[in-house]
């Protein structure tokens, strides 16, 4: 995957993690930074930033934030995870393959912003929504992702590597999997391109 990001205008960094989570919910902690970023943007109280299971945020129906996560394994066990992410701010010129995709906070609001401020505020939630992680409050996480998000409820199709899934985007389940409902029954899906059909 690649993020395509001007120099000096947006966010691109990394930070390193050891939840105390099983393997089996490593799939929340892209739900956990897609959550804290779209909470730091909510500060802006004309935007209203919407989450996109897996790992993105839209803002005006435009991707301005990128998340990926991977996992590091030692002899079996979950050592860390690296999240990765990339969020817009300042910039107002995309290639032609996305620019009509992709948004910024400066393109939304009008102006430039403070890169460094945003990134101090996207730790703050960073490090307040991990306490839901140690404390074991997944589920808190994981509502507060649905009940931001515009996706549920409605039709989508999700691309795995050729194979498309269609239904309607139900709920998540407890390890940040999305719960599909096609015509005969429910679908779990852990990874995929979403695709929401408006």
């Not at 105390?20 to 109280?45: C, D, Q, R």
């Not at 930033?49 to 998340?67: A, E, Q, R, S, T």
């Not at 990926?68 to 817009?88: D, K, Q, T």
């Not at 102006?111 to 808190?140: H, M, P, T, V």
Request: proline letters at 3%.
């Amino acid at each position: 995957r690649s993020w395509i990001s001007e120099g000096k205008k947006n966010l691109t960094f990394s930070l390193i993690i050891r939840p105390p989570i099983s393997h089996e919910k490593i799939g929340v902690i892209s739900i956990y930074a897609g959550l804290s970023v779209m909470e730091t943007l909510k500060h802006f109280a004309e935007l209203q930033p919407d989450c996109k299971w897996p790992n993105d945020v839209y803002l005006h129906g435009k991707k301005i934030c990128g998340i990926l996560s991977e996992s590091v394994f030692e002899n079996n066990r979950l050592a860390g995870i690296v999240i990765g992410i990339g969020l817009n701010i300042n910039q107002l010129n995309f290639p032609e393959e996305i620019k009509s995709k992709a948004m910024s906070l400066s393109a939304a609001l009008g102006k430039d912003q403070n890169r460094f401020e945003i990134f101090g505020q996207i730790l703050d939630r960073l490090e307040y929504n991990y306490e839901s992680i140690k404390s074991g409050r997944l589920k808190y996480l994981l509502e507060e992702f649905e009940n931001n998000s515009s996706m549920f409820n409605k039709e989508v199709k999700i691309n795995q590597n050729g194979k498309i899934l269609q239904g309607i985007a139900s709920r998540l389940d407890d390890g940040g999997g999305l719960i599909i409902k096609t015509t005969n029954s429910e679908i779990k899906v852990i990874a995929g391109d979403v695709t929401v059909c408006y």
